[in-house]
């Protein structure tokens, strides 16, 4: 009960899986950072360091923009929501073309580290999601009085 005697708001149950799915990447991505900069260092000395790290920063970018854009708008409309997420979706592949066009001609980092430390960021935090999605209690209705 808050303090005018009306009960407390229950939270979003979206939301609940929309924060499982972000903490779940989080934790991925800074496992990811830990063990690419080590693989990337064994692998291919300095440059592996970092091709795992821009590969990490690159996967944030992804996975992020899609669960971050999800969970601001889930309680909008869904036209917002899709006009938010479809522009997320633009943002970042803008952003990967400019990355990748900047790291062209470039030789400080491994090409080889940044595409696997991105792919397998990429690949499971899409797992991840899954298991949120698929983990998460949501209601198929609201009960009366909600």
Partial sequence: MTA???????????????????????ALLAALTVLGVGVGYAVAGTPGV????????????????????????????PTKMAAVVLGAWLGKFVVLIAVLAVLRGQDFYSRGVLAAVLI?????????????VNAGRVPYVTPPGD
């Avoid at 899609?66 to 708008?73: E, G, I, N, Q, Y």
């Avoid at 397998?120 to 949120?132: E, F, K, N, P, Q």
């Fill in 50 to 77: 970092w091709g795992a790290l821009i590969g990490v920063g690159l996967a944030l970018v992804f996975s992020g923009t899609t669960v971050v854009s999800m969970l601001v708008t889930s309680g909008s409309s």
């Fill in 120 to 132: 397998a960021g990429v690949i499971g935090s899409a797992a991840l999601d899954l298991r949120a």
């Fill in 4 to 26: 005018a005697g009306a009960p407390a708001p229950r939270p979003d149950p979206v939301d609940g899986v929309f924060r499982a799915a972000l903490r779940g990447m989080l």
